[in-house]
T-cell receptor, first 112, second 114 residues
Framework: SQQGEEDPQALSIQEGENATMNCSYK?????LQWYRQNSGRGLVHLIL?????REKHSGRLRVTLDTSKKSSSLLITASRAADTASYFC????????????FGQGTRLTINP | NAGVTQTPKFQVLKTGQSMTLQCAQD?????MSWYRQDPGMGLRLIHY???????DQGEVPNGYNVSRSTTEDFPLRLLSAAPSQTSVYFC?????????????FGSGTQLSVL
């Protein structure tokens, strides 16, 4: 069963706009991670946020975590065409820290 | 560093055939794992390993075998291929094994079972 669920499934915006993707999960976690996948390629790690953190930044990326709502959001500011990709959240669980579970992903398209 | 190397990139099998997907990493990572990616399903964990000689099952282990004789290599064996195993397979590794952080992925193997 999927630990993480993402929405929207697909998002299309204009270059320069901000993109927000959301991830919800079901059980207690140690950390939550976001990955990017360009078409036909492997996933690339973007950012990790631990369960005791509420917000984290990395360049144009901002991740928030609300453990009371079991949800996270990924914000990409000032989007570029190169940001076109699928974005996945991944969570472990307190019971299974070695079993990283991925959501179904958000397909982001940046229009020039 | 090459990172995580998967071979082959593409493979077509007939139902009932067996094969091994190869995965090697040169980063001295303790943790290695295999995922399959199907449309609309995200990535699902097949098997993982926290070190040489130690493997465990993930979410969808049936029909697959793994072994970890060295830190570098983690092959995935399909025992008797079925059309339901048509998928893209990814190998991934991580330095940490107690909590999995920052997975490094290979480029994937696209497998079709006819």
């Amino acid at each position: 069963s999927q630990q993480g669920e993402e929405d929207p499934q697909a998002l299309s915006i204009q270059e320069g706009e901000n993109a927000t993707m959301n991830c919800s999960y079901k059980t207690s976690i140690n950390n939550l991670q976001w990955y990017r996948q360009n078409s036909g390629r492997g996933l690339v790690h973007l950012i990790l946020i631990r369960s005791n953190e509420r917000e984290k930044h990395s360049g144009r990326l901002r991740v928030t975590l609300d453990t009371s709502k079991k949800s996270s959001s990924l914000l990409i500011t000032a989007s570029r065409a190169a940001d076109t990709a699928s974005y996945f959240c991944a969570t472990d669980t307190v019971q299974g820290a070695q079993k990283l579970v991925f959501g179904q992903g958000t397909r982001l398209t940046i229009n020039p | 560093n090459a990172g995580v190397t998967q071979t082959p990139k593409f493979q077509v099998l007939k139902t009932g055939q067996s094969m091994t997907l190869q995965c090697a990493q040169d980063m001295n990572h303790e943790y290695m794992s295999w995922y399959r990616q199907d449309p609309g399903m995200g990535l699902r964990l097949i098997h993982y390993s926290v070190g040489a000689g130690i493997t465990d099952q993930g979410e969808v282990p049936n029909g697959y075998n793994v072994s970890r004789s060295t830190t570098e290599d983690f092959p995935l064996r399909l025992l008797s291929a079925a059309p339901s195993q048509t998928s893209v397979y990814f190998c991934a590794s991580s330095y940490s094994w107690d909590t999995v952080e920052k997975l490094f992925f290979g480029s994937g193997t696209q497998l079709s079972v006819l």
